[in-house]
């Protein structure tokens, strides 16, 4: 594994200018590699797209939607028993599959809000904005300096150290959901 310098830029021609400038500065052009970089939750990594098989934030959705379903359904009954001598004897029915109905929708204060930190959990990361990312490969250490200050100049934010392999341009191990090692 080498050592990998990666940087984003918001434009195609940045990316060609960048590729030119590291060549210029002694970097393999083979170990260099540019690509576009979709939104978070969009890398299709699983069978059914995205990043996760489940959502993250809605991890305790189903307790929610058990919890609410069920309270709900023994107010509704309640209600429903309270107004048989007008209903009949669907009211208690009727009342229970309506309050399940309203109870399961307080389920959605179960979900985590966009950041918010899991009880138990990490803090929020900072996500790889999507756009185009620049990444040289090299396995001189002393080089690191060198590829951050020249992605520096020519515009690059969100600069990042990583660990892989670029080949013939392909950064094959690249793991967009991985958690990005920023260079303040």
């Known amino acids: 594994m080498s050592t990998i310098i990666a940087g984003h830029f918001q434009l ?21 590699s540019g690509f576009y970089l979709s939104q978070p939750g ?5 069978p059914i797209g995205g990043d996760h098989l ?5 991890k305790e959705s189903p307790e929610g939607v058990v919890q609410g379903a069920g309270a709900g359904a023994a107010v509704g009954a309640v209600a429903g028993a309270a107004t048989s001598p007008i209903t009949g004897p669907l009211g208690p029915v009727v009342g229970g599959l309506v309050g399940a109905h309203v109870g399961s ?9 966009a950041g918010e930190k899991e009880e138990g959990g990490r803090a929020p990361v900072e ?3 999507a756009g185009m990312l620049v990444a040289v490969a ?13 992605l520096r100049r020519l515009g690059a934010h969100h600069i990042e150290r990583a660990q892989g392999n670029i080949v013939d ?14 260079i303040r």
Do not use: C
């Not at 969009?42 to 699983?46: E, L, P, R, S």
């Not at 929708?105 to 809000?113: E, V």
């Not at 090299?138 to 020249?150: I, S, T």
């Not at 341009?169 to 920023?182: E, K």
């Open 169 to 182: 341009g392909d950064w094959a191990d690249f793991d967009p959901s991985s958690i990005p090692d920023i």
């Open 138 to 150: 090299f396995d001189d250490a002393g080089r690191e300096q060198d590829a951050v200050a020249l």
């Open 42 to 46: 969009q890398h299709d990594m699983t």
């Open 105 to 113: 929708l307080f389920s959605f204060s179960k979900m985590k809000d």
């Open 12 to 32: 195609q021609d940045e990316v060609e200018t960048a590729r030119r400038a590291l060549v210029d500065a002694g970097f393999a052009s083979e170990r260099i």
């Open 127 to 129: 996500n790889r904005p």
């Open 54 to 58: 489940h959502s993250p934030g809605a």
